[in-house]
Nanobody
Framework: QVQLVESGGGLVQAGGSLRLSCAASGRTFSSYAMGWFRQAPGKEREFVAAETSIGGKTYDAESVKGRFTISRNNAKNTLYLQMNSLKPEDTAVYYC?????????????????WGQGTQVTVSS
């Protein structure tokens, strides 16, 4: 079992930046490939970014490509999402999740563990 806790959300103006963190505890963080998802009000939860394998290449949704970067620090058992050039449409609750490596990075069905989410609000 892996416990995931997100932090770093908040209110930011359009064009600004935020860095989300996801602290992992429990079973070995380095055994799982990680991803970020988000859910906007009234919408389904959607894929944002993920590693294709543990610490490997990353894969981003088209809506965030070039603006968001996923990374990890295994020594700190922490996953990050650096978000730049934020837009009002990025407003959502952001979730980190862990899955077995090499399964689909963008499908929510392959993720075994989820955090509770952190709110990001981008004002225009």
């Amino acid at each position: 079992q892996v416990q995931l806790v997100e932090s770093g959300g908040g209110l930011v103006q359009a064009g600004g930046s935020l860095r989300l963190s996801c602290a992992a505890s429990g079973r070995t963080f380095s055994s799982y490939a990680m991803g970020w998802f988000r859910q906007a009000p009234g919408k389904e939860r959607e894929f944002v970014a993920a590693e294709t394998s543990i610490g490997g290449k990353t894969y981003d949704a088209e809506s965030v490509k070039g603006r968001f970067t996923i990374s990890r620090n295994n020594a700190k058992n922490t996953l990050y999402l650096q978000m730049n050039s934020l837009k009002p449409e990025d407003t959502a609750v952001y979730y980190c999740a862990a899955r077995t490596p090499y399964l689909s990075a963008s499908s929510q069905l392959t993720y075994l563990y989820w955090g509770q989410g952190t709110q990001v609000t981008v004002s225009s």
